[in-house]
């Protein structure tokens, strides 16, 4: 597999659920992203791990919660979400330290009941 | 002010014909630039990587005004398939990883 995956595609949760979203990279990369794009909004970043530390958290609600175990993998784990977080969530991978671009997952389309 | 402005549109563009539109950018320490491509509910994808004062590739010319703040895309000869969102993205890279401000978009539409 190439690029940037993420699992599952299309999710559907209660507010008391508890899910996590999943993303995967076989760029070689060394830093990966969170972003939240919403209806009629610009993307938003949301998390950022450079060399497995999170070093970047844009004041996002702690219902959210991310997690990178190693340099190919970003979690992010879900409770007790809000209507309003129903939205498309992206993840990406880039070089730390580089100019160059970052590429993204196909995203996770969540959908909160 | 919104860090990275564009026109959300439509632009509405015949088949075959040219068709520019600005992207604004507010921190003036901005690095590189890009522009992505988006589908409907589909990821960006990279279109564009903008460095100096621009760049070409094939139908499509990006030029970057560092004094002024802007970033243009220009598409000749456009084709039905153009038609997409074009997010205008400005870089600001450090060592702890790349930060990526997205505009919201420019909404292209070709039409036969």
């Known amino acids: 597999e190439t690029g940037v995956t993420q699992t599952p595609r299309h999710l559907v949760m209660g507010m008391t659920n508890k899910k996590s979203l999943k993303c995967e990279q076989h760029?070689?990369?060394?830093?990966m992203y969170w972003y939240k794009q919403s209806a009629k909004k610009p993307l938003e970043l949301m998390f950022v791990?450079?060399?497995?530390?999170?070093?970047e958290n844009n004041s996002v609600p702690s219902r959210f919660s991310p997690e990178c175990p190693n340099s190919s993998h970003l979690f992010l784990h879900l409770h007790t979400l809000q209507p309003e977080d129903s939205a498309l969530y992206l993840c990406?991978?880039?070089?730390?330290?580089?100019?160059?671009?970052?590429?993204f997952g196909p995203g996770t389309r969540l959908t909160v009941t | 002010r919104k860090e990275v402005e564009q026109d959300p549109g439509p632009f509405n563009v015949p088949e075959g014909a040219t068709v520019a539109f600005n992207c604004t950018y507010s921190?003036?320490?901005?690095?590189?630039f890009f522009w992505y491509r988006q589908d409907c509910r589909k990821e960006p994808k990279l279109l564009m990587s903008?460095?100096?004062s621009g760049n070409e590739d094939g139908r499509f010319t990006a030029q970057l005004n560092r004094a002024s703040q802007y970033i243009s895309l220009l598409i000749r000869d456009s084709k039905l398939s153009d038609s997409a969102t074009y997010l205008c993205?400005?870089?600001?890279?450090?060592?702890?990883?790349?930060?990526?401000?997205f505009g919201g978009g420019t909404r292209v539409l070709v039409k036969p």
């Open positions: 990406a991978s880039s070089q730390a330290g580089s100019p160059y671009e970052q590429y």
């Open positions: 760029l070689g990369h060394n830093a």
């Open positions: 791990y450079s060399l497995e530390e999170r070093v």
């Open positions: 921190n003036s320490a901005s690095q590189s």
């Open positions: 903008v460095y100096s």
């Open positions: 993205v400005v870089n600001e890279w450090k060592a702890a990883g790349n930060k990526l401000t």
